[in-house]
Nanobody
Framework: QVQLVESGGGLVQPGGSLRLSCLAS????????MNWVRQAPGKGQEWVSG????????YYLDSVKGRFTISRDNAKNTLYLQMNNLQPEDTAVYFC?????????????????RGQGTQVTVSS
């Protein structure tokens, strides 16, 4: 059974940092591209960042470039998102997602997977 369990969210002031983690199980983690996606209150899902199988190629939403860093540890079956200089517009539930084909997670693809999410709130 595929499981993705996110952790590390919380309340942080503008300019602060958080590190999200996602522990994967039930599949061969190193075989898949992985993404982080987010959903803000009252808005649709937004793709944030992606990483290839080996962890040596990464890609980002323009608004988070230079502030967020995605990484993975295939030996630990874990995906990470280091988020620095957080802003109120980053407030959302953040989800770890397994990509089935291509580079981006698709909720329409039954062979993709997404975790339950972790809440990130940026507020003074």
């Amino acid at each position: 059974q595929v499981q993705l369990v996110e952790s590390g969210g919380g309340l942080v002031q503008p300019g602060g940092s958080l590190r999200l983690s996602c522990l994967a199980s039930g599949f061969t983690f190193s075989n898949y591209y992985m993404n982080w996606v987010r959903q803000a209150p009252g808005k649709g899902q937004e793709w944030v960042s992606g990483i290839n199988r080996e962890g040596d190629s990464t890609y980002y939403l323009d608004s988070v470039k230079g502030r967020f860093t995605i990484s993975r540890d295939n030996a630990k079956n874990t995906l990470y998102l280091q988020m620095n200089n957080l802003q109120p517009e980053d407030t959302a539930v953040y989800f770890c997602a397994r990509v089935h084909t291509g580079y981006y997670y698709s909720a329409r693809d039954p062979l993709s997977a997404r975790g339950q999410g972790t809440q990130v709130t940026v507020s003074s």
